[in-house]
Nanobody, 124 residues
Framework: VQLQASGGGLVQAGGSLRLSCAAS????????MGWFRQAPGKEREFVAA????????YYADSVRGRFTISRDNAKNTVYLQMNSLKPEDTALYYC??????????????????WGQGTQVTVSS
């Protein structure tokens, strides 16, 4: 599976961005999708995940209520809509894919495939 993330950029605090991640190489609908991020000097952290059908989602406490994950299985794409952005959201954002269910979504080692990352920078 190849994952290509896009949509990052520079935005002021309070602004919005929508990240996209296009998948190829395997039936997209069989994959749980997730977003992670890594800020300079920090460990990679879970952001959000969505089940294979899209019916289930899960968010980190730090983004719940501000970020929304969604997917379009017809387009083999997962999205991360980010609203009310804060400077602490600045990081390299990665999309990832897993054959497992939503129950293990927080665990990065359960993801089989990773994209290259897209940079999000939020200025104060």
């Amino acid at each position: 599976v190849q994952l290509q993330a896009s949509g990052g950029g520079l935005v002021q605090a309070g602004g919005s961005l929508r990240l996209s991640c296009a998948a190829s190489g395997r039936t997209f609908g069989s994959l749980r999708m997730g977003w992670f991020r890594q800020a300079p000097g920090k460990e990679r952290e879970f952001v959000a995940a969505i089940s294979q059908s899209g019916a289930g989602t899960y968010y980190a406490d730090s983004v719940r209520g501000r970020f929304t994950i969604s997917r379009d299985n017809a387009k083999n794409t997962v999205y991360l809509q980010m609203n009310s952005l804060k400077p602490e959201d600045t990081a390299l954002y990665y999309c990832a894919a897993s054959v497992y269910g939503l129950g293990s979504a927080l665990q990065s080692h359960t993801y089989d495939y990773w994209g290259q990352g897209t940079q999000v920078t939020v200025s104060s």
